[in-house]
T-cell receptor, first 109, second 113 residues
């Protein structure tokens, strides 16, 4: 089983919609998690970190559910510019992150 | 502003050639990483380095080696390129500790024919 799993999508949503992605992880000892955003043909960039208390930044909310071993990313009031691939990553304590394969979001006008 | 640069955006090499991919960062980061990204497989860690001359294998080190002689530079070496190493290669750097933001370079699209 892959350590970090994501639904590849694509998630096709209209502008203004609320959309949520989940990412499941297998290492129950992992302490911190991250969401990275990757635009088409560009490099990934950090969107937000996810710790036990969750995190919110404007229209974006990330949550951690330790009991079910998943993290989520909620995007409210979707914009066309939110179209991208969203990668989750897990810090398993080995000094490097393990990334999922990404979820593609397409926001349509 | 952190900058991570990679020596080439596109590279075409022949099977059996030795290939060097160079990565340079300008923010004095201790950690540097090499990933490859393939459709459906996401980012997979090849090697990382947490200090000069230090390296650790990632998840898919077979067929690759690395060199870190200076803090700002991390090289990925394909000793004898094979067609299954055709991929997008991404370098990243971060401060010490896995919970620091990783900054990625623009990537090198390597094609091995």
């Amino acid at each position: 089983r892959k350590e970090v799993e994501q639904d590849p999508g694509p998630f096709n949503v209209p502008e203004g919609a609320t959309v949520a992605f989940n990412c499941t992880y297998s290492n129950s000892a992992s302490q911190s998690f991250f969401w990275y955003r990757q635009d088409c043909r560009k490099e990934p960039k950090l969107l937000m970190s996810v710790y036990s208390s969750g995190n919110e930044d404007g229209r974006f909310t990330a949550q951690l559910n330790r009991a079910s071993q998943y993290i989520s990313l909620l995007i409210r009031d979707s914009k066309l510019s939110d179209s991208a691939t969203y990668l989750c990553a897990e810090d398993t304590g080995r000094r490097a992150l393990t990334f999922g394969s990404g979820t593609r979001l397409q926001v349509q006008p | 502003d952190v900058k991570v640069t990679q020596s080439s955006r596109y590279l075409v090499k022949r099977t059996g050639e030795k290939v060097f991919l160079e990565c340079v960062q300008d923010m004095d980061h201790e950690n540097m990483f090499w990933y490859r990204q393939d459709p459906g497989l996401g980012l997979r860690l090849i090697y990382f380095s947490y200090d000069v001359k230090m390296k650790e294998k990632g998840d898919i080190p077979e067929g690759y080696s690395v060199s870190r002689e200076k803090k700002e530079r991390f090289s990925l070496i394909l000793e004898s390129a094979s067609t299954n190493q055709t991929s997008m290669y991404l370098c990243a750097s971060s401060l010490r500790g896995a919970d620091y933001e990783q900054y990625f370079g623009p990537g090198t699209r390597l094609t091995v024919t």
